[in-house]
């Protein structure tokens, strides 16, 4: 099943900002609820970031760098989301600030923006957020953010790879990245993002492939 970016944009506008009632009891676990509702803003920023890159590598004729920031958008959505809900379980409030600022530089800068925080991610706030999480045992906190740093760390070597060619090789980054067949698979339930989809089930939360979503190649 194809997601298209219209539906795609739709349904990532409800899950990262529409507003959903919740407890008024202290939270259960203050750790784990202050560091999910810092990586639910995270994820929220990040997820407006690559939108609008993609928009502007849509202005710019990047077709598949279009695509490949729209993947990134879909599968952050999906963390939002799944932290959103922990946060509910845990009676905890969410508080959504406004609408934060992006800010957009030509397809290179934001490509080179867009990897150095995948890769902080990877490399820090991640593992960081699960340890200090860990000793409150809240399972379903811990599963959700264990799941969202594998999904990150998939394309660890990729991202390596594209980091090193978004300064002067930028061009024959580019070039290699626009004649590159390529289609996004995304987990609708843990957000793993894949080149191909899987045989039986997600590697990450395993979920049945039928989990998987290909998002739409832009026009």
Same mark, same amino acid.
């Given at each position: ?11 990532? %506008? ?8 919740? /407890?008024? /009891? ?10 999910? =509702?810092?990586?639910?803003? +995270? ?31 879909? %599968? ?14 845990? +009676?905890?409030?969410?508080?959504? %600030? ?9 397809? =290179? +800068? ?29 399972? /379903? ?23 090193? +060619? ?54």
């Amino acid at each position: 099943m194809l997601v298209n970016r219209r539906d795609f944009l739709l349904f990532s %506008s409800l899950v990262v900002f529409q507003r959903v009632p919740f /407890a008024n /009891a202290q939270p259960r676990h203050p750790e784990t609820t202050f560091g999910l =509702q810092r990586a639910y803003q +995270g994820e929220i920023q990040a997820h407006l970031n690559y939108l609008a890159y993609a928009e502007k590598a849509k202005s710019e004729n990047h077709v598949n760098m279009t695509y490949f920031f729209f993947s990134l958008a879909a %599968s952050e959505a999906i963390h939002a989301r799944n932290f959103k809900q922990i946060l509910f379980d845990l +009676g905890a409030e969410v508080k959504d %600030s406004p609408r934060p600022e992006v800010k957009i530089l030509s397809t =290179q +800068g934001n490509l080179k923006a867009a990897l150095d925080f995948e890769l902080e991610d990877i490399e820090r706030r991640y593992p960081e957020l699960l340890e200090k999480i860990k000793p409150e045992k809240n399972e /379903a906190a811990i599963r959700n953010v264990r799941n969202a740093w594998e999904s990150e760390k998939q394309h660890r070597d990729l991202i390596h790879q594209m980091q090193r +060619g978004t300064g002067l090789f930028f061009g024959m980054l580019a070039k290699k990245i626009e004649t590159t067949p390529v289609r996004s698979f995304v987990c609708q339930v843990c957000g793993s993002t894949l080149f191909e989809l899987p045989k039986d089930a997600c590697p990450i939360c395993n979920s049945p492939s039928s989990s998987y979503k290909e998002l739409e190649k832009p026009k």
